[in-house]
């Protein structure tokens, strides 16, 4: 990448883009609600069942300017969903600023794998095992979207669940490809625990993006 791009996608003036579009939110607490998505590439917490794959490299996403990013978003819709990839890889705080001064209210999907820049007004994280989060990010997470695909997730969401903070939203998603197996279980297990709730990859289902 030429040095003088490097610099601004380094000062997140510039970031990865590799696809947006107008949809329904389709997972945990805001599912069933517009919003506008924007996917920033690059990824390298590698989870084998990760339905985005085509995200991790970053350098197959073009540097796109983070005010063209806005602007296309905020003539779609006033809640802006930033995804990935891992977006924490880059620095997120132009992008937030930006959205926010134009009235969008900022939610973001991470792993929390990577220190948390920006300003949001709604958190979702998806801790992953193989790179867990960062301390600082379970407190100030507004729910909690663990994957279950196989029955050592349980015992996992709940480690995990011990860290945020009281009013997070804790939800168990099942693994795509194991949603048949997993679900039963899930079902059993929320109504044995109810302080979780059962999050769908409801768009998977509605066929949209
Ligand atoms: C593709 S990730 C991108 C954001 C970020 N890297 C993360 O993992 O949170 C978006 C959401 O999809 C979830 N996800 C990814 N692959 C999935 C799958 N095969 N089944 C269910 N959920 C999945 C992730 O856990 C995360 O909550
Ligand atoms: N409709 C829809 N809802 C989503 N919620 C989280 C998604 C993601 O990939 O981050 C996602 C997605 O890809 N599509
Ligand atoms: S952290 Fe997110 S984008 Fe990265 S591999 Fe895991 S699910 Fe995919
Ligand atoms: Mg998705």
Redesign the pocket.
């Known amino acids: 990448m030429q040095k003088s791009i490097q610099q601004l996608v380094d000062e997140g003036k510039m970031l990865p883009l590799m696809e947006e579009f107008y949809t329904i939110q389709g ?2 607490y805001h599912k069933g609600t517009a919003a506008y998505f924007v ?1 920033i590439g690059g ?1 390298d ?1 590698g ?1 084998h ?4 794959k085509e ?1 991790w490299n970053a350098e197959i996403h073009p540097p796109t300017d983070t005010d063209v990013i806005v602007e296309n978003a905020v003539k779609y819709s006033d809640v802006v969903v930033v ?6 890889t880059w620095d997120m705080t132009v992008l937030t600023a930006t959205l926010k001064s134009k009235g969008a209210k900022t939610h ?6 990577y220190p948390l820049t920006g300003d949001w007004d709604w958190i ?3 801790p ?1 095992k193989v790179k867990l989060p960062k301390e600082d990010i379970y407190k100030k997470a507004d729910e909690l ?3 279950v ?1 196989n029955n050592n997730d349980f015992a996992f969401a709940e480690e995990q669940a011990s860290k945020v903070s009281e009013d997070c939203i804790l939800y168990l ?7 048949e197996k997993m679900i039963p279980l899930i079902v059993d297990y929320v109504m044995k625990n109810p302080k979780w709730k059962v999050s769908l ?1 409801t768009h998977k289902y509605l066929n949209i993006p």
Do not use: M
């Open positions: 997972e945990g996917r990824c917490v989870c069942w990760c339905d985005v995200s995804t990935g990839g891992e977006p924490l973001i999907e991470t792993s929390g794998a979702c994280l998806s992953k979207k663990c994957i695909y998603q099942p693994e795509w490809s194991k949603r990859q």
